[in-house]
């Protein structure tokens, strides 16, 4: 990863530019993700792939060799200085874990909050609705009467596996409870299921692009990828099939309903042509659903599980997406054989989420049709906001409008997502670098952005973005 990539969005805040960046340029030094004795890149390079001035990493670095960070050699550059005082090790396997930018990204927005910028990097709601409300109707007796069985429940508890198996039944995928496993969430199930089904062979096939996190988890746990084209292409059963027979990978992974982050449609022949391949592979196919109520356009996602309920399919989702950020919970729906696995497997990690948070996401979910509709309303209206901003500001980008989920997924005609998303940063907006959902994390001309915030600060936004784009020099 180079520096442009471990600095993230670096350029938030206030004061001179070569300023930031040398404090950037040394958390990161402290943090160990950039190590003792790494040689930076040539003022003109970084200058280059930040899309600054020469003259502001040259003053940056002047800074850094000033407070004793760096050191320059005759001829060979500039690198961060030996006697640098009690940096993290960069062998640190924490360390190495947290070089992801999405993982950097989360653990600056706690630590480094920057007011003022208008957040397009996070496609989720921020907002808690209906959460008072269902807080206020736990009683202490409902609290006691779940309590009773124990906190050691790692399958999660009765009341929302059984609320969880009426929801996706209502949805096309008929589920008993004894089928579902709640997790903390989608990153957690995606774990879970890597470490239990995958393991032996350490090998997963994998759509690409897609969400960040999965990629995040298949590094972390030190698995090899195999690349697959989106399963809301024609060509995925395909290649998928090729996968199973010729590499036999732990499991084959996809996103269903609608994809992160393209915004494009998984459709009924889709599905149906992969439920087809699963009773022919001896290969676990789990789909990542967190997005299929999110439709914008007008035509539902499907689910491969809808069109083989009883099929070797393993559904995932999240209910800190769809109903609240503040429940951090998700699921897994599988056959009854992968529960049982799964459970094994939890109750080494945890012994199950806390009872409220369930309690609280058991009466969301009867109100889920109601949460969703409002929210996919906003949605659509904030896609119509950015598709004619974009096209009355920067007509010469590229995209379309998603099909569903909570993002727009736009190229730019020249330059990279990651210099693009420095840029925009030092106007006031944040957008993720297509980058990001590659496997091989190849160059990208693409950005993710955001359309879950309000109207007011989309429409701001998208001056940003116009006012960043006319000083973006690639």
């Not at 096939?205 to 746990?221: C, S, V, Y």
């Not at 559904?315 to 599988?334: H, N, Q």
């Not at 701001?460 to 784009?469: Q, T």
């Amino acid at each position: 990863m180079g520096l442009d990539e471990v600095l993230g969005i670096w350029a938030r805040g206030t004061g001179p530019l070569y300023d930031r960046l040398a404090l950037a340029i040394q958390r990161r030094i402290e943090s160990g993700d950039v190590p003792i004795g790494t040689r930076l890149p040539s003022e003109r390079a970084l200058a280059k792939s930040l899309s600054v001035s020469r003259t502001t990493v040259i003053n940056a670095y002047a800074r850094l060799d000033d407070l004793g960070w760096l050191e320059r050699r005759q001829g060979a550059g500039t690198w961060v200085a030996r006697r640098v005082a009690s940096p993290a090790d960069p062998q640190d396997p924490a360390v190495k874990e947290t070089r992801s930018y999405a993982v950097l990204r989360v653990l600056r927005a706690a630590l480094e909050p920057a007011p003022g910028v208008i957040d397009l990097a996070a496609a989720a709601f921020k907002d808690a609705d209906g959460v008072v409300d269902a807080l206020a109707a736990t009683t202490p007796e409902e609290i006691v009467a779940n309590g009773e069985l124990g906190g050691y429940l790692p399958l999660g508890f009765p009341v929302l596996r059984d609320a969880v198996a009426v929801h996706l039944s209502g949805l096309g995928i008929p589920t008993l409870p004894g089928q579902v496993v709640v997790t903390t969430g989608v990153q957690q199930s995606t774990a879970l299921l890597f470490t239990a089904l995958a393991r032996e062979r350490n090998l997963v096939a994998i759509e690409t692009p897609t969400w960040n996190g999965t990629i995040d988890l298949l590094r972390h746990l030190g698995m090899a990828a195999l690349p697959l084209p989106p399963a809301c292409g024609d060509d995925f059963a395909a290649s998928a099939a090729r996968v199973a027979g010729t590499r036999r990978p732990g499991l084959i992974w996809l996103t269903s309903g609608f994809h992160n982050p393209t915004g494009l449609r998984l459709t009924g022949a889709h599905a149906k042509a992969i439920a087809e391949l699963a009773a022919e592979i001896d290969v676990p196919i789990v789909e990542n659903a967190t997005l299929l109520e999110y439709r914008l356009g007008a035509q539902p996602g499907h689910t491969v599980a809808q069109h083989a309920p009883d099929g070797p399919i393993i559904t995932v989702g999240s209910l800190s997406k769809t109903l609240s950020p503040g429940l951090r919970l998700g699921w897994i729906r599988a056959p009854r054989s992968v529960v049982t696995r799964i459970a094994r497997l939890k109750s080494l990690l945890d012994s199950g989420a806390s009872l409220i948070p369930q309690l609280v996401a058991t009466r969301l979910l009867a109100r889920s049709h109601e949460i969703v509709g409002e929210r996919r309303q906003r949605l659509q209206a904030n896609c119509r906001i950015m598709d004619a901003g974009l096209s009355a500001e920067l007509p010469e980008w590229t995209w379309r409008r998603p099909d569903g989920g909570m993002a727009l997924w736009a190229e730019l005609p020249r330059g990279t997502g990651l210099n693009f998303a420095h840029v925009a940063a030092r106007y006031g907006v944040e957008v993720v670098p297509g980058s990001v959902f590659d496997l091989a994390e190849r160059p990208s001309p693409a950005v993710r952005i955001s359309l879950t915030r309000s109207a007011g600060e989309t429409i701001e936004a998208v001056g940003r973005l116009a006012e960043a784009w006319k000083h973006y020099r690639p």
